[in-house]
């Protein structure tokens, strides 16, 4: 069993507040990852980080930022909350090795009223 | 433009029989390929992986075929459960992009009693 943990796995908040989501991992993984994911469609990867203090945008623009300021934490932040922001958000880290899984926390489901 | 892409959006198969996933994928620059099976508000789950330099995995009930030429690879499930019952995704990853997967659509795999 894969040991990253998200928090919270469920959030409703109203428009404009700034919100973190929390994302930590215990297996000394260098390589995290944000995804998030809309019902039925693939997961966009939004961001990642290979290290303390390296952090890159993914694929798919986001309003979110993240930090890595310790390996095991990487949380992401959004300043002001809206409903486009609805969504799931998938937490992942990996190995240093090229070709390895990720491993995917339980998620966080936002909701943006 | 979409680099994984799973055609089929759902499946359905009798208890007992072979469950088959297809995944096509556009980047030649991809090296290594991987199956995830997800359950609603769960984050996904590593099921096998396949390497470029082979054309078969193995794993218990599930094996991947991969044919480089025809940038396709698919998931064979066999017998099927109903606990396969889930979203199958495909991701794929190229070394010299840091190993970053990129994921398809999904396929919705239903399998009945």
């Known amino acids: 069993e894969a040991d990253i943990y998200q928090t919270p796995r469920y959030l409703v908040i109203g428009t404009g507040k700034k919100i973190t989501l929390e994302c930590s991992q215990t297996m000394g993984h260098d390589k995290m990852y944000w995804y998030q994911q809309d019902p039925g469609m693939e997961l966009h990867l939004i961001h990642y980080s290979y290290g303390v203090n390296s952090t890159e945008k993914g694929d798919l623009s986001s309003e979110s930022t993240v930090s890595r300021i310790r390996t095991e934490h990487f949380p992401l932040t959004l300043e002001s909350a809206r409903p486009s922001h609805t969504s799931q958000y998938l937490c992942?880290?990996?190995?240093?090795?090229?070709?390895?899984?990720?491993?995917f926390g339980q998620g966080t489901r936002l909701t943006v009223v | 433009d979409q680099q994984v892409k799973q055609n089929s959006p759902s499946l359905s198969v009798q208890e007992g029989r072979i469950s088959i996933l297809n995944c096509d994928y556009t980047n030649s620059m991809f090296d290594y390929f991987l199956w995830y099976k997800k359950y609603p508000a769960e984050g996904p789950t590593f099921l096998i992986s396949i390497s470029s330099i082979k054309d078969k995995n193995e794993d218990g009930r599930f094996t991947v075929f991969l044919n480089k030429s025809a940038k396709h690879l698919s998931l064979h499930i066999v017998p099927s459960q109903p606990g396969d019952s889930a979203v199958y995704f495909c991701a794929a990853s190229a070394g010299n992009q840091g190993g970053k997967l990129i994921f398809g659509q999904g396929t919705e795999l239903s399998v009945k009693p």
């Open positions: 992942a880290s990996s190995s240093q090795n090229l070709n390895t899984e990720a491993f």
